[in-house]
């Protein structure tokens, strides 16, 4: 278990413990899309490290803990944090995009900083394989990549199911484009991925601003 992984996993335990056990700090520090039109900005940041229940944050850390580390190796420990919090605000700014007149829309997770870790190891290592549990099916990454923005997409004004789809199809693009940016030489290295997920993100975002 690298130290910083290890700092991450328990700063997000220590909130979502505090979280779950003491209602005043959950509702003060939750993102809420009210609040931060308030100016509450540190909410875009706080909400990520809060978690619905154990399974939520077990979920959460599992998967960071899975792509965490093509990550570091690519890009090092700086620019691990900078596409971590570059997915973790992208994704809360995303959804307050969204939702900026609902005062009453709240979501807390640190899915946003997840995905963004997710689509960056995708970028850097798209021939790995990718299983989706149940499923004991092998699904390549690039494949992945793209089915799950479109998922996303779709689910952003579809589906009334309690996930933050805004949030997840923010932090995945602002895990790809911190990628690119860090790591230029995938511009060339990987063209035709990054193409076909940028039709999808601009697609996606379009296709979702109509619908709101």
Same mark, same amino acid.
């Given at each position: 278990? &690298?130290?910083?992984?290890?700092? @991450?996993?328990?700063?997000?335990? %220590?909130? !979502?413990?505090?979280?779950?056990? &003491?209602?005043?700090?959950? *509702? ?6 009210? =609040?931060?039109?308030?100016? *509450?900005?540190?909410?875009?940041? !706080? ?54 007149? &609902?005062?009453?829309?709240? %979501?807390? $997770? ?26 004991? @099916?092998?699904?390549? %990454? ?9 998922? !996303? ?7 009334? &199911?309690? @996930?933050?789809? *805004?949030?997840?199809? $923010?932090?995945?693009? =602002? $895990? ?22 940028? @039709? ?7 296709? =979702?601003?109509?619908? =709101?």
């Amino acid at each position: 278990m &690298d130290l910083l992984l290890l700092i @991450i996993i328990l700063v997000n335990a %220590a909130f !979502t413990f505090k979280g779950l056990n &003491d209602y005043s700090f959950f *509702e003060r520090y939750k993102f809420n899309a009210g =609040a931060v039109r308030r100016g *509450e900005y540190y909410r875009l940041v !706080t909400g990520a490290f809060l978690h619905a229940g154990w399974g939520h944050f077990l979920f959460n850390m599992i998967t960071l803990y899975f792509f965490y580390k093509p990550v570091v190796v690519y890009t090092g420990y700086t620019g691990f944090l900078l596409i971590y919090f570059a997915g973790m605000i992208g994704g809360n700014l995303l959804a307050y995009y969204f939702h900026k007149n &609902d005062s009453y829309y709240s %979501a807390v $997770g640190n899915s946003g900083a997840v995905n963004a870790v997710v689509f960056s190891a995708i970028l850097f290592q798209p021939g790995a394989s990718i299983f989706i549990l149940p499923f004991p @099916i092998p699904i390549p %990454a690039y494949i992945y990549a793209v089915g799950y923005l479109l998922y !996303t997409t779709f689910g952003m004004k579809n589906l009334k &199911d309690h @996930i933050g789809h *805004e949030a997840h199809f $923010g932090g995945a693009a =602002a $895990g790809i484009i911190l990628s690119v940016l860090l790591a230029p030489g995938l511009l060339k290295q990987r063209l035709m991925l990054l193409v076909a997920l940028l @039709i999808v993100i601009i697609g996606g975002f379009i296709y =979702a601003r109509k619908k =709101a």
